[in-house]
């Protein structure tokens, strides 16, 4: 078999041999159950009396979004003003310059919410001290906050009822001490020891064989590099991001980035299933998710493969596929898989530059990341499906003129209206966004912004219209990879994509948990044979029409206007 | 509200000391003791740094075997890609001149003996490899000009392509900069 196609099938397998234990792992940790890594137990009362906390306190939903929204709004304040001021502050060798207050806004939004869409370059638009302090710091955060907001939507489903849903400040902090520091520290040596740097030394300078004067920047990115893809964050050291050799040096690194990447947001959903006692409902969700990875990863790769149809017509070889934004080491098949992840699970990382990718390509990035729940982000895969699921539950429930229930707890008029609201939210961010950017663009194209408005593509006709619905759909789905092309470093872009990012972040927390938190306080009922049982076959393909068809009706139409045109163009 | 406030305050406080500055120089002193020490992998001939064992260069003299095309110049302060669509007429158009420049300098070449990846720019600009076949099509050119047999030089490709991981996993690759200065040697 072909060995690129070999690496993709290892990778997949390694990741989901990690992830099944794992999962059973931290279903156990949030638990409070006995687990191995209990010694690290000192280290996290240590932060909890420096921080005034009793991680023994229950909170109900409202104390736990209170808690998860005060906590994202220190960390807003903080990091814009550190961004801000960049220039004033120590680390930074390369003497780069403070941000400006938009971009500033922007970033700092962009990495608190997960998403790290990156209107800068990491070479010359942050330093050191941000690069840690702020940005790594906010992958680690932002990740473990996803996580813990899963573990109270857990917990509103363990017991039969219960108001009471566990600490919020101790899932976060043990979202970080016993998962993501000790995965991100073997991460970060493994690509330590294959060659991704991690001394402080600023530029370097060589004379290069040739004869040229070349300039390397470098920096510690080995341990950013790690939460990067653990945290399904995505922001990239360097300005390219996981294609940069010194980011992504070799076909191994490549392979643990990918896994770290998956790794987690499996894990999540085998731990939900071990933690509420329903194996087979996780084992059913695996299995949707599974599937619509495949469904998107097939033809991806099939139009990678095949290489690009006009570069075929002036007679080259491509039987490496196409090789237009890709790098060598890894090839389009690998690159195939890394686009189809890193889109549904809202990383955002980028080996190869998916502006450059085929048509047909763009389609299913940007269906993964409109659908956001195959596997989906840490933590926030869980709750975008949980909608997708009570949406389903309805639907069925009305099919087969029942009260829809979940788990023993009926599911009314309130919580199908909150679905139904963060339901419609996506469309609503996403095709307003692109039409007013497309607004903009045609109607203010001298407007003096730092990139005029008809300076804003870099591509054009439909594969322009693509750029500015792909920064929308990836802001809006908190996922951060970019069709780079789009000149996005400017007030109308950071604006509009800082406000999208924030509503596209928390309204899908709050919806879920506050469903979750209404349903786990009502009354059980024990199943009887009417109940609609979730954990069938029957009741997933359910789940898996809600969101073909949810997610068709909603962008079919831009999908058309943009990479189905171009893709129909170049048919001729 | 203020509770949870002067909490967020104090524990955003702590984790700062541990995951920015214990996490990061953990794995700054254990990278100290890879190859570079932490710096990234440099490479010397004659003693003078002549490049990063990772980071491709710009090479365009006849007599060495070139990478692929970079959007930034080989710009290792500012990586990036061309991010041009894959129908942009002005972007076709570059390619068909790099076509037309690779057939100009070898002229015994077929254009279905070119690979894509030696007319199309990579994702960071910096792609430190070429594919095997980019390089068979340069063996004449760079035996010509170095008045070395193709046999020889022929054999220095062979041995200085990287096959698949563990001859399992992903492509085979030519590192251009080491494949370069192997040339160098051979001259002597």
């Known amino acids: ?572 | 509200m203020k509770k949870y406030l002067l909490q967020s305050i104090r524990l955003t406080a702590v984790l700062l000391v541990l995951l920015c500055v214990v996490y990061p120089l953990i794995v700054a002193f254990a990278g100290g003791f890879s190859k570079g020490n932490g710096g990234g992998e440099k490479i010397t001939k004659n003693g003078k740094v002549v490049g990063y064992a990772l980071i491709g260069q710009n090479f365009s003299k006849p007599e060495y075997f070139w990478g692929r095309p970079s959007a930034v110049g080989y710009n290792a302060a500012g990586s990036g890609g061309s991010n041009k669509g894959p129908s942009n007429e002005e972007y076709l158009a570059v390619v068909s001149g790099r076509i037309d420049t690779l057939l100009k300098y070898h002229p015994y070449l077929k254009k279905a003996d070119i690979p894509a990846d030696m007319v199309t720019a990579s994702g960071s600009g910096l792609d430190p490899n070429i594919s095997e076949q980019a390089a068979i099509i340069q063996i004449k050119r760079v035996a010509a000009n170095r008045g070395l047999t193709d046999r020889a030089v022929a054999e220095l490709v062979v041995k200085n392509t990287e096959g698949p991981l563990l001859g399992m996993f992903g492509p085979s690759v030519v590192n251009v900069l080491k494949l370069n200065l192997a040339l160098d040697e051979l001259k002597k």
């Open chain 1, 1 to 572: 078999m072909n060995t690129e196609l070999l690496g993709i099938i290892a990778t997949y397998l390694l990741t989901l041999a990690i992830a099944i234990p794992l999962g059973k792992y931290l279903a156990k940790v949030f638990a409070g159950e006995k687990v191995w890594t209990d010694f690290l137990k000192p280290i996290e009362n240590g932060i909890f009396k420096l921080s005034g906390i009793n991680p023994k306190e229950e909170m109900n939903w409202k104390q736990h979004l209170k808690a998860l929204l005060t906590i994202n709004m220190v960390w807003l304040v903080y990091g814009f003003f550190v961004l801000l001021y960049q220039d004033k502050l120590p680390l930074n060798p390369d003497g780069n310059p403070g941000m400006s207050p938009d971009l500033s806004f922007n970033t700092v939004i962009s990495f608190v919410v997960n998403c790290n869409l990156q209107h800068y370059s990491g070479e010359s638009g942050v330093s050191y001290l941000t690069q840690h302090f702020v940005l790594m710091f906010l992958q680690f955060v932002s990740c473990a906050t996803g996580i813990a907001a899963a573990v109270v939507l857990f917990k509103a489903f363990r017991d039969k009822t219960s108001a009471k849903l566990g600490n919020f400040w101790d899932f976060f902090v043990k979202s970080i001490t016993r998962l993501l520091l000790p995965m991100s520290l073997v991460i970060a040596l493994i690509l330590a020891f294959n060659g991704t740097p991690t001394s402080y030394e600023g530029k370097d300078q060589f004379i290069s064989v040739q004869g040229d004067t070349v300039n390397v920047s470098r920096g510690p990115a080995a341990a950013f590099v790690a939460i990067k893809h653990l945290g399904t964050n995505g922001g990239g050291w360097f300005g390219t991001n996981s294609a940069h050799p010194l980011e992504n040096p070799s076909y191994l690194t490549a392979m643990v980035e990918l896994f770290a990447q998956v790794v987690i947001p499996i894990a999540m959903v085998i731990a939900f299933g071990y933690f509420i006692r329903r194996r087979k409902l996780a084992w059913m969700m695996f299995g949707v998710m599974t599937i619509g990875m495949l469904l998107l990863l097939i033809p991806t790769l099939s139009s990678e493969l095949g290489g690009n149809p006009a570069l075929a017509k002036m007679g080259i070889s491509q039987t490496t596929g196409a090789m237009e934004g890709k790098e060598v080491r890894f090839g389009p098949a690998l690159s195939a898989y890394w686009s189809t992840v890193t889109t549904i699970i809202s990383t955002g990382s980028v080996n190869s530059m998916h502006d450059s990718t085929m048509p047909l390509t763009g389609v299913w990035q940007l269906l993964g990341m409109m659908i956001n729940s195959f596997y989906g982000g840490c933590g926030v895969g869980i709750l975008n499906y949980f909608i997708y699921l009570i949406i389903a539950v309805f639907i069925s429930g009305l099919m087969v003129g029942r009260t829809p229930e979940f788990l023993g707890h009926k599911v009314e008029a309130r919580e199908i209206k909150i679905a139904a609201l963060v339901t419609l939210l996506s469309p609503f961010l996403i095709l307003a966004g692109t039409a007013i950017a497309s607004y903009v663009f045609t109607n203010y194209g001298e407007a003096a912004w730092a990139v005029q408005p008809k300076n804003w593509l870099n591509n054009p006709g439909f594969h322009g219209f693509s750029e500015m619905l792909y920064e929308m759909t990836s802001s809006n789905a908190n996922n951060g990879s970019g069709f780079e092309g789009l000149g996005d470093n400017n007030v109308f872009w950071n604006v509009a994509t800082g406000f999208v990012l924030m509503l596209g972040r928390f309204l899908p927390i709050i919806g879920p948990i506050a469903i979750a938190g209404l349903l786990g306080a009502k009354k059980y009922i024990p199943e009887s044979a009417g109940t609609l049982k979730t954990d069938t076959l029957t009741f997933s393909v359910m789940i898996f029409a809600v969101i073909v068809v949810l997610n068709a009706l909603s962008y079919f139409p831009a999908l058309a206007l943009g990479p189905l045109a171009e893709y129909f163009t170049m048919l001729k």
